[in-house]
């Protein structure tokens, strides 16, 4: 149900249960492949940063910024959310079309708002592909709300 505050955070450290309950988790190294899989599966806005060696960066700088919804051992949701110190962001929240109107995404995003509250952030920013509609009908069902700002982007140069 939208706005329903189940992620708690001892949720993640449960393991895969084996039945059909949908177990939130840090993802690991070994899920990368799997990661990118799902993004693509789900439709996931295709972005430069959609390989894994940029998914291992965010496990190597933030071991539970991304996080995977899986059932029965099988990933079926995404959700990358940081903390900077001066925001939180979410990013990649994705759940497998077959997989999707059961809570998943709010579940995996109340889940990091508990988790980016409790490392002292108050405010949030969602990437929220402004074209999809049920996109933006999930965001304002969880109380976000569109921002004047405009992103402005720029990707650098490999090093
Ligand atoms: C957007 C997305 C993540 C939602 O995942 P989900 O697991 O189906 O969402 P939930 O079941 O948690 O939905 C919670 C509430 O959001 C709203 N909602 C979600 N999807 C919706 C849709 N397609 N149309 C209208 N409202 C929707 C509803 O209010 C829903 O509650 P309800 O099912 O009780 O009515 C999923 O559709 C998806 O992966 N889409 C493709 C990728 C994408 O767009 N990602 C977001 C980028 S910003």
Do not use: K, Q
């Not at 190597?60 to 991304?66: I, K, S, V």
């Not at 029965?72 to 979410?90: C, E, F, H, K, S």
């Amino acid at each position: 149900m939208a706005g329903e505050g189940s992620g708690a955070v001892g949720e993640v450290a449960a393991p895969s249960s084996g039945d059909d309950e949908v177990v939130l988790r840090p993802a690991t190294e070994a899920d990368v492949p799997a990661v990118l899989a799902l993004w693509i599966d789900a439709g996931a806005h295709p972005t430069t940063t959609d390989d894994a060696l940029s998914v291992r960066a965010v496990l190597a700088r933030d071991g539970e910024a991304l996080v995977v919804a899986e059932r029965r051992g099988r990933l079926v949701g995404t959700l990358i959310a940081t903390w900077d110190g001066w925001r939180g962001n979410m990013y990649r929240l994705a759940v497998r079309p077959e997989e999707r109107r059961r809570g998943i995404a709010a579940r995996l995003v109340r889940h990091a708002e508990t988790r980016l509250r409790a490392e002292g952030c108050r405010r949030v920013t969602a990437l929220v592909a402004r074209d999809d509609e049920g996109a933006v009908e999930f965001w304002t069902a969880l109380r976000y709300a569109p921002h004047p700002m405009e992103r402005y982007v720029r990707t650098l140069e490999a090093p």
